[in-house]
């Protein structure tokens, strides 16, 4: 493939930046679509070569931001991928409204990272509007972030075109917005003052919060795995206990992360939950990988919450993780694991520190 301006040795190191940098992800077939969209921000910073733009975008904030917002995929669109709104109403606000009933705290603290031009922001803040039978009672804080301070700005703007807008239903749509031109919807003021959005890259230092819902979708799917692993890793230490992630099946954590996290099967997707210090669980080791992957298969196909546990193998063959369960569901998962003839190695009582 011919390009017009840098050497193949350029844009490789050039590209090694970017993933390291901001996790962005250019293959050799995209080069020619990132030469075009980096020539006008090398014209306007004066960049005669590619390394330039490295060096100067570490004292640059303006160029830092021109170079993301130019090289970011930000679509995205109000309830996309419903069954993820399905969950929230129908399994995660229930349990937050009785915790809150026993705790007599009603905070919900939710972050939408990655979240663009906010669409998703919002159509998280309407379920709540829509599933919370007095939201005035509630204390909601709903951020939004991303990368592309474009973006942000846009999300500030809570304006939205038809094509934004087309899974919203009718009814929402009519309570939540209003017309403001030709293709142009704005969410209402008071929407609006419910949410706070702010740029931020997922691989720079988070500031010290906890929440009780995440959403991150659409945001690490090319991200290398040490990235993904590292952010998941940081997103599960901001979960409260009992705490839910949401995040999309193609992005979805490899096995190695979820330590801590229960993997939940709700309207036939996967969520994961940050598992309560505070329960008891049982942790089942297997006597072979075998077993050990048909537990799992088990446990996912009949619905039964579990998380996994790196552990020292017992010997080389053995496997080098256990999976613990509820010390309610125990009963249920040594049925199950009995019926399928699953070979446990020892099951104990486990507190998760
Ligand atoms: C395709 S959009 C997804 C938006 C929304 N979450 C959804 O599912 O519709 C991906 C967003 O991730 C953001 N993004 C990419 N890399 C990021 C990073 N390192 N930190 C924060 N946001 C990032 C992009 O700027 C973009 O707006």
Redesign the pocket.
């Known amino acids: 493939m011919m390009h017009k301006r840098f050497s193949p040795n350029e844009l490789e190191e050039f590209c090694c930046y970017l993933k390291q940098e ?3 992800s250019f293959s050799p077939e995209k080069y020619h679509q990132l030469e075009n969209r980096i020539s006008p921000i090398m014209q306007e910073f004066s960049c005669r070569r590619l390394s330039d733009i490295i060096i100067q975008s570490k004292r640059d904030i303006r160029l830092r931001q021109d170079l ?1 917002n130019s090289l ?6 109000f309830f ?2 419903p069954a993820h709104f399905r969950i929230l109403s129908h399994h995660i606000l229930p349990q937050i409204k009785k915790r809150a009933a026993q705790s007599h705290d009603n905070r919900i603290k939710i972050w ?6 906010g ?2 922001t919002f159509s998280i803040l309407i379920t709540l509007l829509e599933n919370l039978e007095k939201p005035q009672d509630w204390n909601i804080s709903l951020i939004g ?4 301070s474009d ?1 942000i700005s846009r999300a500030r703007t809570g304006v939205y075109s038809k094509q934004e807008l087309k899974e919203i239903d009718k009814s929402i749509f009519k309570r939540y917005f209003t017309s403001c031109g030709s293709d142009c919807y704005r969410i209402k003021d008071d929407l609006q003052k419910m949410v706070s959005f702010e740029t ?5 230092t988070w500031p010290p919060r906890k929440f009780d819902i995440i ?7 090319y ?1 290398s795995e040490e990235h993904k692993q590292k952010v998941t890793d940081k997103f599960l230490a901001a979960l409260e206990d009992n705490g839910f992630y949401l995040t ?1 099946a193609n992005e979805s954590i490899h096995w190695k992360t979820e330590s801590g996290l229960k993997k939940l099967f709700l309207e036939n997707e996967y969520v994961y939950q940050k598992a309560n210090i505070k329960e008891s669980f049982r942790l089942y080791q297997f006597a072979t990988p075998s077993d050990l992957l048909r537990a799992l298969n088990i446990l996912n196909q009949t619905g039964v919450t579990y998380g996994l546990e790196k552990i020292t193998a017992a010997h080389n063959l053995a496997p080098k993780r256990a999976i613990f369960i509820s010390q309610r569901d125990s009963n249920r998962a040594d049925e199950l694991f009995l019926l399928s003839a699953i070979k446990v190695s020892s099951n104990h009582p486990y507190k998760k520190n």
């Open positions: 901001y996790g962005l993301v970011t995929t930000n679509e995205t669109w996309r991928h939408s990272a990655g979240c663009s031009i669409a998703e972030s991303d990368l592309a973006a931020l890259n997922l691989l720079d959403f991150c979708r659409n945001v690490m799917i991200f999309s």
